[in-house]
């Protein structure tokens, strides 16, 4: 097949977490290369004319679709299979519907509550604004769009309704909108998702370990976590697959809510869900997440090798469940 892998321009960016979507770029490339497949890339910008000409040129049998934001505005992210489905091209992963969904954390809540998913309480400035104080502390501080825990850090957390308005208002104005969570002290766990002959199958279970961290360091994914290699929290924020028989009953009930997201949201091809669970072992959907990273040292990747797949056959799942608009 010929296979176009097109991607989000990356070529002013200076950040991390920027330049990412290059080893996705280099590591989907390879795979299918091994695979038999004749493989372009095509970087895409706001330039959408560009792009277009691109693919028309290639006339691609299907498009791998790593794109995560367009000319670094991630809430622009549905435009490339808006793009693909106006070319009548078969694409992999979220439909542009689904993306334009789950990149805003607001549009995600709200359906999350409008279908008895838990999601925890939140607050945004208009809230604020008509007096509805609704959320008690403590809370975290979130960019409605941004992923890859952009805008979140320690300083995320608020612990009164007068730090909380000051800080909204801040970061709003650092990092573009945001919103207020109510913050699920707990354990965190990823549940990876990837389709298998047209069903989901939920990959192992990971949960994420804040190892060390000291009584007044919050334990949550931030950005230097997930970015920062010479930091504490990258380096003491464990992934861990090992879990004993008194967690099974949990991780079931995990599975069962990450295939009910699967369905909610219409994912395709690879999924991650990620999950709070609370003292009283309340389960919280935090992020629902379509094209989640699949960089050679992502979580995805992780649950992937801990299921015992090799990266081909990640890609050949992923290609065999598409989004076409002649099938949907």
């Known amino acids: 097949m010929k296979i176009s892998i097109?991607?989000?321009?990356?070529?002013?960016?200076?950040?991390?977490?920027?330049?990412?979507?290059?080893?996705?770029?280099?590591?989907?490339?390879?795979?299918?290369?091994?695979?038999?497949h004749n493989v372009s890339s095509i970087p895409i910008t706001l330039d959408l004319q560009t792009a277009a000409d691109s693919i028309k040129q290639i006339n691609p049998d299907s498009v791998f679709n790593l794109v995560e934001s367009i000319s670094g505005v991630e809430k622009f992210i549905h435009f490339a299979p808006t793009l693909?489905?106006?070319?009548?091209?078969?694409?992999?992963?979220?439909?542009?519907?689904?993306?334009?969904?789950?990149?805003?954390?607001?549009?995600?809540?709200?359906?999350?509550?409008?279908?008895n998913l838990p999601t925890p309480p939140w607050l945004t400035q208009d809230n604020i604004t008509s007096g509805q104080f609704n959320l008690k502390p403590p809370?975290?501080?979130?960019?409605?769009?941004?992923?890859?825990?952009?805008?979140i850090d320690e300083n995320s957390i608020v612990n009164n309704i007068q730090q909380l308005e000051k800080n909204l208002k801040n970061r709003s104005a650092r990092f573009g909108e945001c919103f207020a969570e109510a913050?699920?002290?707990?354990?965190?766990?990823?549940?990876?998702?990837?389709?298998?002959?047209?069903?989901?199958?939920?990959?192992?279970?990971?949960?994420?370990?804040?190892?060390d961290f000291p009584e007044s360091k919050p334990k949550i994914v931030g950005y230097q976590a997930k970015?920062?290699?010479?930091?504490?929290?990258?380096?003491?924020?464990?992934?861990?697959?090992?879990?004993?028989?008194?967690?099974?009953?949990?991780?079931?009930?995990?599975?069962?809510?990450?295939l009910r997201c699967w369905e909610v949201f219409k994912l395709h091809g690879y999924a991650r869900v990620d999950f709070r669970v609370d003292a009283q072992n309340n389960i919280w959907i935090?992020?629902?997440?379509?094209?989640?990273?699949?960089?050679?040292?992502?979580?995805?990747?992780?649950?992937?090798?801990?299921a015992a797949l090799t990266f081909e056959q990640v890609v050949v799942r992923i290609l065999a469940d598409p989004n076409n608009i002649q099938s949907n």
Request: net charge negative; proline share 5%; aromatic share 8%.
């Open 6 to 36: 097109l991607y989000n321009d990356v070529s002013t960016a200076t950040s991390q977490d920027d330049l990412d979507v290059l080893a996705q770029v280099n590591f989907v490339s390879e795979a299918l290369q091994k695979l038999g």
């Open 84 to 115: 693909l489905e106006h070319l009548n091209i078969p694409y992999t992963g979220g439909s542009a519907h689904t993306l334009y969904l789950t990149t805003n954390k607001l549009l995600t809540k709200e359906l999350m509550r409008s279908t």
């Open 139 to 151: 809370c975290i501080i979130k960019p409605v769009c941004d992923d890859a825990s952009i805008g």
């Open 183 to 211: 913050y699920i002290p707990g354990r965190e766990f990823n549940l990876s998702i990837l389709a298998n002959s047209g069903a989901p199958e939920v990959l192992p279970a990971a949960e994420i370990r804040f190892v």
């Open 227 to 258: 970015w920062d290699e010479n930091s504490f929290e990258y380096k003491n924020t464990i992934r861990s697959f090992q879990f004993d028989s008194n967690d099974q009953p949990l991780l079931k009930q995990l599975t069962e809510m990450a």
């Open 286 to 306: 935090l992020e629902i997440n379509s094209n989640p990273c699949i960089s050679p040292d992502s979580g995805f990747i992780a649950a992937t090798r801990q």
